[in-house]
């Protein structure tokens, strides 16, 4: 069973950056969809970005401009840069792995890594 493990996370000024990163223990090529998503407290787990196994990359309006996922296949490695943060960024965030990119279908998680922007 693959695991994902994500780290890169912390405490950032308004307009900061960030790059999130997600290991898998193994290769998540099985998976159709590797993504990143959040969890803001008082809210519902949303989309931030995903990359497709064609290497097609989606990203979540709110997040366009401001962050880019990318992957290392080589180091079974996700990544997600962010710029310009803000305090409605703070959340839980965690990768996924799934035959598609929406919430209900990724059935891999990573246990989460806190950023607060203030």
């Known amino acids: 069973q693959v695991q994902l493990v994500e780290s890169g996370g912390g405490s950032v000024e308004v307009g900061g950056s960030l790059r999130l990163s997600c290991a898998a223990s193994g290769s998540t090529a099985s998976r159709v969809c590797v993504a990143w998503f959040r969890q803001a407290p008082g809210k519902e787990r949303e989309g931030v970005a995903h990359?497709?196994?064609?290497?097609?990359?989606g990203y979540a309006d709110s997040m366009k401009g401001r962050v880019t996922i990318s992957q290392d296949t080589s180091k079974n490695t996700l990544y997600l840069d962010m710029n310009s943060l803000d305090v409605s960024d703070t959340a839980v965030y965690y990768c996924?792995?799934?035959?598609?990119?929406?919430?209900?279908?990724?059935?891999?998680w990573g246990q989460g890594t806190q950023v607060t922007v203030s």
């Open positions: 996924g792995a799934g035959q598609y990119c929406s919430l209900s279908y990724i059935t891999i």
């Open positions: 990359i497709i196994r064609d290497g097609r990359t």
